[in-house]
């Protein structure tokens, strides 16, 4: 008797332990069908653009978004506002040291590390991006629905050390100074 009432205890206790758990599952980012485009300011006006992903994940716990894992092929950089050496021009510039720097620094990393709801279908990340080596936390929203992720993130250039045309860091810039932070709109198919 006391040896049934023992083994239908520890299969009660099995049993619960086994359902509390949930299993966490990997959601590739299809990288064909995904879009990150990037817009950065200047008092004369903007400039836009598009960057590539290397890989990405979105990680899932009862089809709940609980992490992700993104890198960024930083050597991807292109300007979609201007075209012939005007475009060619401001695309090298921006793969040079005074921005990017990406001969040394050809991938950049969005790490999730934690994630809350917010509504349904919308949470609120806080990330460590590293960008030039330089790693720091960024908080954004993300709307997830039907196998699509969306996203808007502000970024201040100058924590990545990209001082170039900064105000905060050079006087007499006039109309030739670029805004410190710049944009970053994320459309994700997975």
Do not use: C
Request: hydrophobic fraction near 40%.
């Amino acid at each position: 008797m006391k040896t049934n009432i023992l083994k239908n205890t520890l299969i009660l206790v099995l049993a619960i332990s086994f359902t509390s758990f949930s299993i966490v599952s990997d959601r590739a980012i299809d990288l064909k069908q995904s879009k990150v485009s990037w817009k950065g300011h200047k008092v004369t006006g903007a400039h836009e653009g598009t960057i590539s992903l290397s890989s990405g994940i979105l990680k899932f716990s009862d089809d709940k978004l609980v992490g992700g894992e993104f890198t960024i092929d930083m050597t991807s950089i292109d300007n979609t506002d201007l075209e012939g050496d005007y475009r060619l021009k401001l695309e090298g510039h921006l793969k040079s040291d005074d921005f990017f720097g990406v001969a040394n620094h050809p991938k950049a990393q969005l790490i999730f590390k934690s994630v809350k709801p917010s509504n349904e279908n919308n949470y609120i990340v806080t990330a460590d991006l590293t960008i030039k080596g330089k790693t720091n936390p960024i908080t954004f929203n993300i709307s997830i629905n039907e196998g699509k992720a969306n996203a808007a993130l502000k970024v201040d250039r100058t924590k990545y050390d990209i001082k170039y045309g900064s105000a905060s860091f050079f006087d007499n810039l006039k109309n030739k100074a670029i805004y410190d932070e710049f944009d970053i709109v994320v459309d994700l198919k997975f």
